[in-house]
């Protein structure tokens, strides 16, 4: 599993993030406090910790959905909040894939069309762009299912459908928020190790927010994570 | 009546709603716990809500309003007479009189009411007054109109109610009072004469006196002495067939009192009804009312604002369907872990309610604030006009009852709630596995035997309705008791309208029906849903029906008589609510059109795929949102067409009456010096500058000496005075003699509705006219309803003709008959018999024409200095006997104000509904937005940047508001011009002007107008960040 080559440049670099939800009010919620992590390009990093420990806010703010209260996230040598609005979306089309929690999918497209969805906005022919969404849509088990609205698929293959759409532009990152939540362990399985052999492959930068060490294992390193701060890096 | 059945149901569902929350404490607090958890979403939902009971309490409040303005101007002109009783006979109508002992019997009777103040009895007729001293400024055409005449004991006027009338002895027998409003309008001051005809004898009547009481003198109307007058009717002894009652403390139309009162007036009354005469009271001022036609103003404009409304209760239904939607997954979960089917629709219509009282109050309030600014803006415009037109001096009174306020409360609340109970018993038939998973129930899925059972007896019911089955049974079967106490022609219309509703509400009603059952059948045999196509097919059939209405007899029957409002406004909305659901089953197949046509820019192509998806994929929702809009924008394309249309119409009519001329002079024609003196005014008129025509025509007139009054067909209340001239039964029908020179025909526009076959084509039928004095061509009047009785001529009759004397008749073939009037409007040149003077001459003898005409003089100048022209003339018509003159402009301007008045008021209102359209679409998109928050963030997050969900957004109420302008005007035009086609069948001179300049850039301006307000939502969307994206439910 180690034959990557290691890469030094640092992909993502957060110094002294915070997020304060509410601030100054009596429900502020502290989420993130002084965190500090780098990524490297091409490495496979997974997030672990207690519900409500922080980890989807985490990873919000550093993929630049989300903007931090404090402290600096620098992506590829940019800092985030110093980029325009147009500036970070367009990053966002080109160069990262997105899976969340769960309510991924558009509801008024049928899966073909959600996999479509960022080839067309990097400018892919309509029907390129519809050649390769199938092809990926293939790859993640569902050819059965290219014209099935999103309500009509299971946890699961919605979930496929997400991780199809988060890969099918080849991005440089993808950000995972529990990906495999909703499969069974095999299909889990499987559907990790695409995506771990994409990274592989292609030097795909991945972020992974799992509950399972077993899955967790694979990556290169594991974060863990407490009461919004990084408590111990596992392995570096 | 109406407002305690609405006031009942509202109790009704609020006491239900109220012990049944109160009963089940958990959803209770679920449907509270939401109208408080989100107040954005509240102020919305209630924003919305309001508009529609804001435009149901606006148009009450205008009606209202109307109502008071009315009520002012009949203040001023009935005073403090309240009811009037008439003598009406069919037979020797003098005769049938009430005699002096009679008439105090009444009186005591009426005394012992206590209810009464003032009784006055009176010889009522109409005439026509000429007048003898000549005048030029300030006449006009309604010299020959008539006027009300009565015959008085001025003795007992001062005891009537709290009039302060002084008329001492006249000077002269003969003396008359005339009310001040006559004396205005026919420039007639003390001490002039006129000449009337009472009886059959002129009588010369000296002006005394001028009153500007209100009460028994007030509105136009002449006053001589009773004594006088029965004098020369040949009375032996006074006798009276009019009464003026007036009530100790006054009533108001329509009110109980006013129906009270009448009631026992009728009481008194209906003893002296015989045989041989009716006796019938009036409540005046409700006569005066609708009189003017004023009534008729405010039910156009409800009618009219039924449009806006349904448009408001639409964007009611659409959004609770919203907040269902939304609702949906949060319902399965309640239904999953605890509550009943009914429990959970009880939260639902219990937050509805909560809703709808609050957005009903709120709605009174605007509704309120509505009719005062509509009010206060027509307040200049509106008087402008009228003032112009020398019309009603009318000040808009704003003005509400409290009940009407209770009434749009109450229905306002109850169209939301309803509408609720319906959304929310159709959320909660969901099962929840659908409801969480968002999936939409398949319907046809649970269809069986017992599904098509129904719809198969609707549908046979409503074909049933169609055959007009039930209809026939009943006229068979009951038509005794249905009809008791109507005449003949009221059968008859009653049968027709309700013959007419019947196959178009059957039909309606067959076609969707058929729809559902054939879609039921499919499904159950092969599996196939193929309702939509049903749909589609069984709504276009309804559009092409409810076009082909001028062919259906059925229908065109039904528009003849007022009842067609109905209709009208029934086949508007089924054209708008067919196009609107037709279009939204094919939303699919529309945007991929679009698509074909647009094809964006690569990079757009997901905008355009998002912004287009989302109106097909909620297909009712955008169903109703375009049924909203275009409703509104089928009504302004309506009125355009109309307004247009009619005024075309005017036009026409002026130059197809007139040949072109603008000023008509009439001269004093009463004696033979002055009729023969017209020919050198004639000339002195050709002699003035910038004058380009002159044309003479004389009326003369004549009677039918084999033709009886009793004899024609649709015979008018004999003796009704308000009817038509006093004539008996057994007087042979009377009628003019239009005496036409070549020149003048041939100037007008004349088209005939027949002529004999012999003629190849119109200029022969003329030809003959003139070369033949055995001819005669019938002219405008002979087909036009209005005129009152007329014989029925065809082409070929031969008809006789003599003078009023019976000494010369003779004999004329009717050649050809001239196309009926459309509007009228008291000016027509040829409208009765159409004879060439030299004919007329030959057959009569100049003396007798002479003796027995009027004659006009038409004048044609240059426009361009007509007001110069005008005032030249003027000065040299003061050296004749001229009776009248004016400008036909003018008199078309006076004729068209009342319609255009009625369209200024219209158009305030339909001001509002565009702003219930354009807001609507604003409060859908501002739901939207929120509806759709995580999937905003989503697009976020993909890389949708914000220019694009702006542009999204954009699309999508464009496409929306683009369908819906398309819609609403074409339904409008083919609507229009359908219902022009079924009801202008009579009017021939009707031709539908389609103003598409001003329709196209109304519905511009709409557009615009609703993106502006479709701005707000869309750009808030933009700004939202893509972390919407894991905020998943709110
Ligand atoms: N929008 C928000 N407003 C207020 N508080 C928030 C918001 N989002 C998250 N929080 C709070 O921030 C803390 C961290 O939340 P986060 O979603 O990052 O947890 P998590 O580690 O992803 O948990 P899980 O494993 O359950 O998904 C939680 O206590 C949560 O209540
Ligand atoms: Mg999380």
């Known amino acids: ?236 | 009546m109406v407002s305690t059945i609405i006031f009942i149901i509202f109790g009704f569902i609020i006491f239900t709603l109220f012990s049944l929350s109160l009963l089940n404490p958990i959803p209770r607090k679920v449907g509270v716990r939401n109208v408080r958890r989100r107040i954005g979403n509240t102020a919305l939902v209630v924003l919305g809500s309001m508009v529609g009971t804001a435009l149901i309490c606006g148009a009450l409040v205008m009606s209202d309003s109307l109502d008071a303005t009315f009520l002012k101007i009949v203040k001023n002109r009935v005073g403090e007479v309240d009811a009037n009783a008439q003598v009406f006979a069919n037979q020797n109508y003098f005769e049938k009189f009430l005699t002096q002992s009679e008439v105090d019997e009444i009186s005591n009777k009426l005394q012992q009411t206590g209810q009464v103040d003032g009784f006055l009895p009176a010889i009522y007729l109409q005439v026509s007054p000429q007048k003898i001293r000549m005048n030029i400024d300030g006449s006009t055409i309604d010299n020959f109109f008539g006027v009300d005449f009565y015959g008085i004991d001025f003795e007992q006027l001062k005891n009537f109610g709290s009039s302060s009338i002084q008329v001492n002895n006249f000077k002269n027998q003969n003396g008359i009072v005339i009310s001040k409003e006559y004396s205005e309008k026919m420039d007639l001051r003390v001490g002039d004469e006129v000449r009337v005809i009472l009886g059959n004898k002129p009588l010369i009547l000296k002006v005394e006196y001028i009153s500007d009481e209100k009460g028994v003198m007030g509105g136009e109307k002449i006053f001589a002495d009773i004594y006088y007058v029965a004098q020369n009717l040949n009375f032996n002894s006074p006798k009276y067939n009019y009464f003026f009652i007036s009530h100790v403390g006054g009533v108001i139309p329509d009110d109980y009192d006013a129906i009270n009162f009448s009631n026992i007036l009728s009481s008194i009354f209906n003893e002296f009804t015989t045989q041989d005469r009716v006796m019938i009271v009036d409540e005046i001022k409700q006569e005066a009312l609708d009189g003017y036609g004023l009534k008729i103003f405010v039910t156009m404009f409800i009618a009219l604002s039924m449009f806006g409304i349904l448009a408001g209760i639409l964007l009611i239904i659409n959004l609770y369907m919203m907040l269902a939607s939304e609702r949906k997954f949060e319902m399965g979960i309640l239904r999953a872990i605890a509550l009943t089917k009914r429990k959970l629709a009880l939260s639902f219509v219990i937050e509805g309610a909560i809703y709808s009282l609050i957005s009903s109050f709120v709605g009174v309030i605007v509704g309120v604030g509505i009719g005062y600014l509509i009010t206060y803006f027509l307040q200049s415009s509106f008087q402008g006009i009228l003032k112009s037109t020398n019309s009603l001096d009318l000040e808009i009174v704003f003005d509400f009852d409290l009940e009407s306020l209770v009434i749009a409360f109450c229905v306002g609340s109850i169209i939301t709630i309803l509408t609720t109970l319906f959304v929310s018993l159709r959320i909660s038939n969901f099962s929840i596995v659908s409801a969480i998973r968002d999936l939409s129930e398949e319907k046809a899925k649970k269809i069986n035997l017992k599904w098509i059972l129904g719809t198969l007896g609707i549908f046979l019911l409503t074909i049933n309705f169609l055959t007009l089955f039930i209809f026939t049974f009943f006229i068979e079967n009951f038509k005794d008791s249905f009809f008791q106490g109507l005449n003949e022609q009221e059968v008859q219309r009653y049968t027709e309208v309700f013959q007419g509703y019947s196959f178009y509400l059957g039909l309606t009603g067959a076609l969707i029906f058929g729809a559902i059952l054939l879609g039921r059948i499919t499904w159950l045999i092969f599996k196939k849903d193929m309702l939509s196509f049903y749909y589609t097919l069984s709504l276009i059939t309804l559009i092409v029906v409810t076009v082909m209405m001028p062919e259906i007899s059925y229908l065109t029957k039904l528009l003849k008589y007022e009842e067609a409002v109905g209709l009208i406004f029934i086949s508007g909305v089924n054209l708008v609510v067919a196009s609107a659901i037709i279009t939204s089953f094919n939303l699919v197949a529309i945007t991929k059109l679009i698509k074909i046509i647009f094809s964006p820019a690569s990079k757009l192509i997901p905008v355009f795929m998002m912004g287009l998806r989302y109106p097909s994929f909620n297909r009712s929702r955008t169903g109703f949102t375009l049924l909203m809009f275009s409703l509104v924008i089928f009504l302004i394309s309506f009125i355009s067409i109309e307004k247009a249309s009619v005024d075309s119409l005017a036009d026409n009519e002026v130059s197809k009456n007139l040949g072109g001329y603008e000023l008509v002079i009439v001269p004093n024609t009463i004696t033979r010096e002055l009729f023969e003196g017209i020919e050198d005014l004639i000339i002195d008129i050709e002699k003035t500058e910038n004058v380009i025509g002159v044309e003479k025509v004389i009326n003369m007139n004549i009677e039918f000496p084999n033709i009886k009054y009793k004899d024609l067909e649709n015979k008018p209340y004999f003796g009704n005075p308000n009817q038509a001239p006093i004539f008996k039964p057994e007087d042979n029908f009377s009628t003019k003699i239009n005496v036409v020179s070549r020149e003048y025909i041939n100037l007008l526009d004349l088209n005939f509705l027949e002529f004999k076959e012999t003629f190849q084509n119109e200029s022969e039928v003329w030809d003959a006219l003139f070369g033949n004095k055995d001819y005669v061509v019938l002219g405008t009047a002979f087909n036009s309803q209005g005129y009152g009785p007329m014989p029925n001529f065809k082409v070929g009759d031969k008809i006789k003709i003599s003078d009023l004397t019976n000494t010369k008749i003779v004999e004329k073939e009717v050649i050809g008959i001239l196309e009926p009037n459309t509007v009228q409007r008291g000016f027509t040149v040829l409208e009765y018999l159409i004879i060439p003077e030299n004919t007329v001459i030959e057959d009569f003898g100049l003396d007798t024409v002479y003796e027995s005409s009027d004659a006009q003089i038409l004048v044609d100048i240059n426009n361009e200095v007509s007001e110069e022209v005008k005032k030249t003339l003027k000065e040299k018509l003061s050296n004749y006997n001229i009776v009248a003159f004016f400008d036909v402009n003018d008199l078309s301007e006076s004729f068209l104000s009342f319609i255009k008045s009625l369209y200024r008021l219209t158009q305030g209102f339909l001001a509002f509904s565009l702003i219930v359209g354009a807001s609507g679409l604003a409060i859908i998109i501002t739901r939207s937005v929120n509806e759709r928050k995580q999937q905003i963030g989503m697009l976020r997050s993909l890389g949708f940047q914000k220019q694009m969900i702006l542009l999204m957004f954009f699309i999508e109420s464009t496409f929306i508001a683009t369908i819906a302008i398309i819609l609403g005007v074409a339904m409008g035009v083919i609507g229009t011009v359908t219902i022009f086609n079924s009801v202008g069948e009579e009017n021939p001179n009707l031709s539908i002007i389609v103003p598409w300049g001003e329709i196209i850039f109304i519905a511009i301006l709409i557009y615009l107008f609703s993106m502006l307000f479709a701005l707000l939502p869309s750009i808030k969307a933009s700004k939202l960040s893509p972390v919407e994206a894991t905020n998943y439910v709110e």
């Open chain 1, 1 to 236: 599993m180690k034959q990557k080559q290691e890469n030094n440049d640092f992909l993502i670099e957060a110094k002294n993030v915070v997020k304060i939800f509410n601030k100054g009010m009596p429900n502020e919620v502290v989420a993130l406090s002084d965190i500090n992590l780098q990524i490297r390009k091409g490495e496979a990093l997974t997030i672990m910790g207690p519900s409500g420990s922080g980890k989807t806010t985490l990873l919000n703010c550093i993929s630049g959905i989300d903007d931090a209260t404090r402290g600096e996230i620098w992506i590829a040598r940019q800092n985030l909040q110093k980029m325009s609005d147009n500036k970070k979306t367009k990053y966002r089309s080109q160069k990262m894939g997105f899976i969340f929690q769960s309510f991924n999918l558009i509801p008024v497209l049928n899966a073909l069309e959600n996999v479509e969805l960022p080839l067309l906005l990097n400018g892919y022919k309509p029907k390129e762009a519809r050649k390769k969404a199938k092809l990926m849509l293939d790859k993640v088990g569902l050819s059965e299912r290219y014209y099935h609205k999103p309500n009509e698929l299971s946890g699961g293959q919605k979930q496929r459908v997400t991780i199809a759409r988060a890969l099918v532009h080849s991005p440089e990152v993808i950000w995972a928020d529990e990906p495999t939540g909703n499969l069974d362990r095999k299909t889990a399985f499987e559907i990790f190790d695409l995506m771990v052999k994409l990274n592989h492959e292609l030097g795909v930068t991945l972020v992974v927010v799992t509950h399972d060490q077993e899955i967790a294992e694979k990556t290169d390193r594991i974060i863990y994570m407490e009461s919004g701060k990084i408590k111990n890096f596992d392995k570096i």
